[in-house]
């Protein structure tokens, strides 16, 4: 008879471990708080080291060594039954599928391809978020960020194009930007605003007087661009982002320079997910829907 710990206990710990918190596992299951910490008090007993330590400088929640090989053990543990069974499971049965993505990656970009996966994949139940919630378990998820080794290159869909845009109203204003740079709508990423016009500048060979105005910083590209729409001011933005706009003459683009963003889009599975037939199925789908992008 194989000696194994209580599988309710494993599956608490990979989903405590995963967000670091017991909080957050007690939201995902469904249970109290109470019982997360019983379920893994369980999992210590039977393994006879402690899983969990918390920092001393805050207080906060992290695995030990031990714990983190454990982790990866029943992560990838659980990965395979997953895989295995999914092959039984009846082909015409409604497989959740559950991915995160920017808010202006899938209103602008993703939200047009969806149909062209539900048409190949009628057997998943799609879920899209543009917000992280606690209480959710991501299979797929896709990262706005700087191009960098951090990340591998199979991982990047594709790196932002920039362009300069406005409405037909500032069309006239924008021949002389320069003068106009408190109508400049930047785009805020990790508290600070992206290097968008900065970019575009250098590459169209455009100096900016010293102390000139800053413009307006806003939360996101799909807020920066829905303002330059309504006329409040010029945008450099992703043109995959603003193409339908461009061709509905929503918006102008105002100089014809396009220039190569620093940042783009990736693609990242959690490690218990890797494998799964759904997620592979996704990834390999949105791969070739890239493709197109300009």
């Given at each position: 008879m194989?000696?194994?710990?209580?599988?309710?206990?494993?599956?608490?710990?990979?989903?405590?471990?995963?967000?670091?918190?017991?909080?957050?596992?007690?939201?995902i299951?469904?249970?109290?708080?109470?019982?997360?910490?019983?379920?893994?008090?369980?999992?210590?007993?039977?393994?006879?080291?402690?899983?969990?330590?918390?920092?001393?400088?805050?207080?906060?929640?992290?695995?030990?060594?031990?714990?983190?090989?454990?982790?990866?053990?029943?992560?990838?543990?659980?990965?395979?039954?997953?895989?295995?069974?999914?092959?039984?499971?009846?082909?015409?049965?409604?497989?959740?599928?559950?991915?995160?993505?920017?808010?202006?990656?899938?209103s602008?970009?993703?939200?047009?391809?969806?149909?062209?996966?539900?048409?190949?994949?009628?057997?998943y139940?799609?879920?899209?978020?543009?917000?992280?919630?606690?209480?959710?378990?991501?299979?797929?998820?896709?990262?706005?960020?700087?191009?960098?080794?951090f990340?591998?290159?199979?991982?990047?869909?594709?790196?932002?194009?920039?362009?300069?845009?406005?409405?037909?109203?500032?069309?006239t204003?924008?021949?002389?930007?320069?003068?106009?740079?408190?109508?400049?709508?930047?785009?805020?990423?990790?508290?600070?605003?992206?290097?968008?016009w900065?970019?575009?500048?250098?590459?169209?060979?455009?100096?900016?007087?010293e102390?000139?105005?800053?413009?307006?910083?806003?939360?996101?590209?799909?807020?920066?661009?829905?303002?330059?729409?309504?006329?409040?001011?010029?945008?450099?933005?992703?043109?995959?982002?603003?193409?339908?706009?461009?061709?509905?003459?929503?918006?102008i683009?105002?100089?014809?320079?396009?220039?190569?963003?620093?940042?783009?889009?990736?693609?990242?599975?959690?490690?218990?997910?890797?494998?799964?037939?759904?997620?592979?199925?996704?990834?390999?789908?949105?791969?070739?829907?890239?493709?197109?992008?300009?």
């Amino acid at each position: 008879m194989r000696q194994l710990p209580s599988l309710n206990a494993v599956r608490v710990f990979e989903v405590a471990g995963t967000h670091l918190s017991f909080t957050a596992a007690a939201n995902i299951l469904n249970v109290t708080q109470g019982a997360v910490s019983k379920q893994i008090k369980q999992l210590e007993e039977y393994l006879g080291v402690p899983l969990f330590k918390r920092t001393s400088t805050r207080g906060l929640l992290e695995l030990t060594p031990i714990g983190e090989q454990v982790l990866d053990t029943i992560s990838r543990s659980l990965s395979e039954v997953e895989k295995g069974l999914e092959v039984i499971r009846n082909p015409n049965l409604q497989q959740r599928l559950v991915v995160l993505a920017p808010p202006t990656f899938t209103s602008r970009w993703l939200s047009a391809h969806l149909v062209n996966f539900a048409k190949a994949f009628p057997q998943y139940d799609l879920q899209i978020y543009s917000k992280r919630e606690q209480s959710t378990l991501y299979d797929i998820e896709i990262l706005f960020d700087e191009v960098s080794e951090f990340y591998a290159k199979d991982n990047l869909l594709f790196k932002e194009k920039y362009v300069a845009v406005c409405n037909q109203d500032l069309v006239t204003e924008s021949m002389n930007i320069e003068a106009h740079t408190h109508k400049m709508l930047h785009i805020r990423h990790h508290g600070h605003n992206l290097p968008a016009w900065k970019d575009w500048l250098e590459s169209a060979n455009i100096q900016l007087t010293e102390g000139h105005r800053k413009g307006i910083s806003m939360s996101t590209q799909e807020q920066v661009i829905n303002t330059a729409i309504a006329g409040g001011g010029f945008a450099v933005v992703d043109l995959n982002m603003v193409y339908h706009s461009l061709k509905k003459q929503e918006l102008i683009q105002f100089h014809p320079l396009q220039c190569r963003s620093r940042y783009g889009y990736f693609i990242h599975v959690p490690t218990p997910k890797v494998g799964t037939s759904k997620v592979e199925a996704f990834v390999s789908w949105l791969k070739e829907e890239c493709l197109s992008v300009s």
